[in-house]
């Protein structure tokens, strides 16, 4: 009786996702060298795991073999994981670039942003993409020359001294400076004028700041029609123009500021906005001060990201060991003990000069990895960064 009175829309996709046929979500299709790459999506688009993966062959309709170099679109860690659903595109200088949806998934498990990452075909026709610092900024011109290329400006504001003008229980200032998009500060008032400060904790050369805004349950009466689809879910589509507001001041004592970026009189609606100063901007302390966000909410931050570069040591090179607990997952631990390594970057590949999958972790040093394909064998490197730069490890054999 409960079969009967489902609308047959919706049976016709039941009988897809409960019978034995298998099927693919994001398909994606390039040619290279007279290979056709068929990419797909993997499962759970709210996980930090969510990836795509690639399907290579002679002919546009197979039959494909499985790519060693699979998930090639994977980034399970940093400030924003996520990398599938995607496709692979080529810029109008021949450069490829491929481009997914990265999870928040706490709103709705569809709670997503885009990613967009430095691509391309290795001298043995593998598809590849680069995530490995896939959430810090970069110039597209690096990439163009070296699409492996380490990038130049640093995560300096990772940990550091968080203070507020207000703040909600569990979710502190600190919060805006873990590298946790699913985490945030969030101001106890709706008033124009919150603010958040970071205290870098000395002078550096700063020359990017990313300032993420967060949605936070937003608390207000649909103020228009909901719309349906045939998968019975329902949304809002918000086609008004809403503004984000927001003043950015540095000072390097903590009493005379002067402005870096001022946008209290834009009309733009920008989440996660960069301001970039390729010269660089001496300052210890940055104040972040919200104007206006869309509906009047409190303002809430899920990371005020720092970058640029610091006068110290790179953190020495790691050491660690690597377990393949079985065909699909691994375990890295890493055995050095370093205490100027902000966090680590666990690499990993089919060949020695092939690392082309990533893991980046912060506040840890153990992590297991369930992203080996059955039947090949790995090369494991876990390289150390700081807010210096970056130090590779030793490669090891899985």
């Not at 928040?104 to 990452?117: C, T």
């Not at 936070?216 to 649909?222: T, V």
């Not at 500021?257 to 946008?263: N, Q, S, T």
């Not at 089919?350 to 912060?362: G, P």
Request: charged letters at 25%; glycine letters at 10%; aromatic letters at 12%.
């Amino acid at each position: 009786e409960m079969v009967a009175n489902i609308p047959e829309n919706l049976k016709i996709m039941m009988k897809g996702f409960l019978s034995n046929r298998p099927y693919i979500e994001g398909a994606w299709m390039n040619k290279h060298d007279g290979k056709y790459y068929l990419q797909y999506a993997c499962p759970a688009t709210q996980y930090n795991i969510y990836a795509d993966g690639v399907y290579v062959s002679d002919k546009p309709l197979g039959p494909y073999q499985l790519a060693k170099n699979n998930p090639f679109s994977y980034k399970p860690g940093g400030f924003i994981p996520g990398a599938g659903h995607g496709s692979t595109m080529e810029d109008g200088t021949g450069s490829l670039w491929h481009t997914s949806t990265m999870s928040i998934s706490l709103n709705h498990n569809y709670e997503r942003r885009v990613g967009l990452w430095s691509a391309g075909f290795d001298a043995d026709g593998e598809l590849f993409c680069n995530q490995r610092y896939g959430d810090w900024p970069m110039a597209v011109e690096d990439f163009r020359e070296d699409p492996w290329r380490n990038p130049e400006w640093m995560l300096l504001s990772y940990g550091k001294e968080m203070t507020a003008s207000s703040f909600e229980e569990g979710k502190e200032p600190e919060k805006a400076a873990e590298e946790n998009v699913q985490t945030w500060w969030r101001a106890a008032t709706a008033q124009s004028g919150e603010w958040l400060q970071m205290d870098l904790g000395k002078v550096m050369d700063v020359h990017a700041v990313q300032i993420n805004f967060a949605d936070d349950k937003i608390e207000i009466e649909c103020p228009g029609k909901m719309h349906g689809c045939g998968t019975g879910s329902i949304r809002y589509i918000e086609e008004r123009s809403l503004v984000t507001r927001w003043m950015l001041e540095g000072s390097v004592d903590g009493e005379n500021y002067f402005m870096i970026e001022d946008k209290s009189d834009v009309e733009t609606n920008l989440p996660h906005d960069l301001i970039v100063r390729e010269d660089g901007t001496q300052v210890r302390y940055l104040k972040l001060t919200v104007l206006a966000v869309p509906y009047d909410q409190p303002a809430a931050i899920s990371g005020l990201r720092v970058f640029g570069i610091s006068d110290g040591e790179k953190p020495v090179a790691p050491t660690f060991t690597v377990e393949r607990l079985d065909d699909l997952d691994m375990k890295v631990a890493i055995t050095s003990d370093d205490a100027d390594a902000v966090g680590y970057n666990i690499l990993w590949g089919h060949a020695e000069d092939k690392l082309y999958h990533s893991y980046m972790i912060f506040g840890k040093k153990e992590q297991k990895i369930g992203a080996l394909v059955k039947g090949i064998d790995y090369f494991v490197r876990v390289d150390a960064f700081n807010e210096n730069g970056i130090t590779e490890g030793e490669v090891v054999a899985l």
